[in-house]
Nanobody, 124 residues
Framework: VQLVESGGGLVQAGGSLRLSCAAS????????MGWFRQAPGKEREFNAG????????TYADSVKGRFTISRDNVRNTVYLQMNSLKPEDTAVYYC??????????????????WGQGTQVTVSS
């Protein structure tokens, strides 16, 4: 499975961005998908996850209420809508795919495929 993120950029605090992740090479609905981020000097951090068919979602407390994960199993794409962005949201954002017939995944070790990342910078 190949994953390609897009939609990152520079935004002012309080603004919004929508990240996209296009998948190819597998049966998209058979994968749970997730978004993670990594800031310089920090570990990779889980943001949001969504299951393959039931579209169940889970969020990290740090983004709950501000970020929304969604997926389109026809377009083989997962999205991360980010609202009310803060400077501390600045990071490289990665999408990931986990071979999972059901449920959501929160740990990086549970994911099998990763995109190359897209930079999000939030200015104060």
């Amino acid at each position: 499975v190949q994953l390609v993120e897009s939609g990152g950029g520079l935004v002012q605090a309080g603004g919004s961005l929508r990240l996209s992740c296009a998948a190819s090479g597998g049966t998209f609905s058979a994968y749970a998908m997730g978004w993670f981020r990594q800031a310089p000097g920090k570990e990779r951090e889980f943001n949001a996850g969504i299951s393959g068919l039931s579209y169940s979602t889970t969020y990290a407390d740090s983004v709950k209420g501000r970020f929304t994960i969604s997926r389109d199993n026809v377009r083989n794409t997962v999205y991360l809508q980010m609202n009310s962005l803060k400077p501390e949201d600045t990071a490289v954002y990665y999408c990931a795919a986990a071979r999972a017939s059901s449920g959501v995944r929160r740990q990086p070790s549970e994911y099998d495929y990763w995109g190359q990342g897209t930079q999000v910078t939030v200015s104060s």
